[in-house]
């Protein structure tokens, strides 16, 4: 099979010489569990993810001068050979700072007591960057592209200009120094990359922008101004990312020159003590919907995985104010609310943005072409809740219509009986009139090849095609009457409509054939073929026919063209009781006793709590904590070999306590101190029977 040629032009990516839009997802190998790698490498290719972008942290390599650890959960090359297994490509971030609220942005202790002034154009600090860059080349030697590895894309430093760092002609030269020393490591790869936001320099290499719903590093305490990356603009810079080192200028590249890229689009928030905002799924949902609108041909997520830090040999490896920077971060959490969680628990917002996965994989490339336009009428700043939200995306007068009438937080006004309108060249595109709520975000296309014909405009939205020979179907969702309307009503192709929520539920899966399955639980790939995860007995819906049911389950009929399955078995979930066994002032400790059912693939602790923070003791050790958000804190306990006993230790959260949350628990005397209930849910893995 030939090499394929990786590059991009100032519009979009490109694969072979072809317009590409990848999915790319931030995975932290350092922070979760070596035995686990392969398993969520398959879970984020479930969601979509075709390349894993991930900091190589120095502090957790070389925490002690010269002392390096590529062992367990800091075994980068074997965390790069499991990348290349399960079919994806990497963009490995080699810094030297990459923050990732990590301890000094994840440059060692040493370092900074050092003579010399860290990221400045200073040759004692070059020399050392050189020597750490060598080292990381050498573990991942043969994994790079070049030699048919999965690396395809290296990033070179991190907000450098904004956060730290050299501004103007010296921190653009700073840039290319460490570009220098990278390819002198050996790092030779189709990508090279710099963040650009808030007025970061490049140093040439191909810009990429984030941007996140909320804000908890901002030092507020507050309720903060409605994001703006629900509006759609040309703007392609967040002000707000960093803020808490200054708010960003603007951008110092030409964005004629470089496509519209993504690599921090926020996939969660990371909570700090002082700022503990909740992401959910509508607010990632939303917001990257939005940057397609506004001429993205990239989505990467950071975070995709969450995680959990390792433990140090001399300190803790979170970012803290006790290090002179402006946050305090949980010692070991750092879930972020992300598309997977701290645990490998597949969430709710992996679903949403897996719709645009979905889409982007087979309609990309085409996608990828078309230029976005903003009507005038437009509003441009997120304060204005009363004007509706939309831009269009097209080559000539093919394309797709955006509307958002979703902010975070806000309410929006409604727009009842409204007359959606595409203008082309030639004419004018009508849909039908429909009430657009608070909340709602949806594109639509007009102008779709459909197989061999021409779909003018619909009220639903496309979500992938099952390619079956003769005959592909075109799979679309929508809630409302789709109103298929048709330049030429295609003879080798077919239209399947399901709701959104079945859309939510959906992953298409390849084998002697492609499946369209609907289930609540979540289908991953395996080594052998496909399984579902699932915490309750549930039916998965299968269109068309599958060849045998999946294991455990049976043929109990069909259902608007799609067969069911029904898995009827008896799935307890085991149990959870705890105890109040010590209490001081301001800290209470309660011991849980666990008990299992058999032939499960995880059980996960679930406790809501009032208080500031808990932490989590096995067998003595502490091995995690959580900042209270008024979330369910859920601990998977796969990863602590099913213990029968732990214990959990809640702090005391003040009534006027200094911090910004969006639920306060409930107050006793002026203290939230308690559990106010626990379960523990098991999750099964089913073999899915798909001949491949």
Sequence with gaps: ?????????????????????????????????????????????????????????????????????????????????????????????????????????????????????????????????????????????????????????????????????????????????????????????????????????????????????????????????????????????????????????????????????????????????????????KDIGAMSMVKLGCGVNLLGYYMYHGGTNPKGKRTTLQESRETGYPNDLPVYSYDFAAPIREYGQMSDTLKEIKLLAMFLRDFGSSFCEMEPFLPESNPLYQNNLKDLRTSVRRKDNRGYLFVNNYQRRYTMAEHLSEVLKVELDSEVITFPARDIKNGDFFFLPFYMPVGNGMLKSAMATPLCILHNGEKD????????????????????????????????????????????????????????????????????????????????????????????????????????????????????????????PSNIEDCFLRIDFGGDSAKLYVKGEWEDDWFYTGQTWEIGLKRYGFPEKLQVEIQALKEKAECYLEIWPEFKDGIACDIYQASVEAEYKDCLNVRV
Excluded at 6 to 23: A, L
Excluded at 132 to 137: D, I, N, R, W
Excluded at 164 to 188: D, I, N, S
């Design 473 to 596: 179907t075109y799979v679309f969702y929508s809630d409302t009457a789709p109103d298929y309307q048709w330049v030429k009503e295609p003879d080798k192709a077919e239209i399947l409509t399901i709701t959104r929520e079945e859309a939510l539920n959906s992953y298409k899966v390849e084998g002697d054939r492609e499946y369209l399955l609907i289930t609540c639980g979540n289908v991953i790939e395996t080594d052998t073929g496909h399984a579902i995860l699932s915490r309750s007995t549930h039916q998965v819906k299968a269109y068309p026919r599958l060849s045998a049911p999946p294991a455990g389950y049976r043929y109990t009929g069909e259902e608007k063209g799609f067969t069911v399955y029904e898995n009827l078995s008896d799935r307890p979930s085991g149990s959870a009781e705890y105890t109040l066994i010590r209490e001081t002032e301001g800290i209470k400790v309660y011991e849980f006793t666990m008990q299992y």
């Design 1 to 281: 099979m030939s090499k394929i040629e990786y590059g991009f032009t100032p519009k979009y990516m490109t694969k072979n010489g072809k317009p590409w839009f990848p999915m790319m997802g931030e995975f932290h190998y350092s922070r979760y569990p070596k035995e686990y790698w392969k398993e969520s490498l398959y879970k984020m290719k479930s969601g979509g993810i075709e390349t894993v972008s991930a900091y190589a942290f120095w502090i957790h390599h070389e925490e002690v001068e010269g002392e390096y650890n590529f062992s367990g959960v800091r075994d980068l090359r074997a965390f790069t050979e499991l990348v290349k297994e399960t079919g994806l490509t990497m963009f490995l971030r080699i810094g030297p700072w990459c923050h990732g609220e990590v301890r000094n942005g994840g440059l060692p202790d040493w370092l900074l007591k050092k003579s010399f002034e860290i990221r400045s154009n200073n040759e004692e600090y070059f020399s050392e960057v050189k020597r750490y860059y060598k080292k990381l080349s050498e573990e991942v030697e043969g994994l790079l592209y070049k030699d048919n590895g999965p690396i395809i894309g290296i990033q070179i430093e991190n907000e450098y200009g904004h956060c730290g760092g050299l501004q103007g002609e010296a921190g653009e030269e700073h840039m290319r120094r460490l570009t220098g020393l990278a390819k002198e490591a050996g790092f030779l790869v189709p990508y090279y990359t710099a963040t650009g936001w808030g007025g970061a320099v490049t140093g040439g290499l191909l810009p990429v922008m984030g941007g996140y719903c909320e804000a908890p590093w901002d030092q507020r305490l507050t309720e903060i101004e409605p994001s703006g990356n629900y509006v759609f603009t040309e703007e392609r810079n967040d002000h707000n990312i960093g803020s808490d080192y200054g708010f960003g200028a603007g951008i110092t590249f030409d964005i004629h020159k470089f496509p519209f890229l993504t690599a921090e689009l926020g996939g969660g928030l990371q909570v700090t003590r002082h700022r503990r905002p909740v992401a959910h799924p």
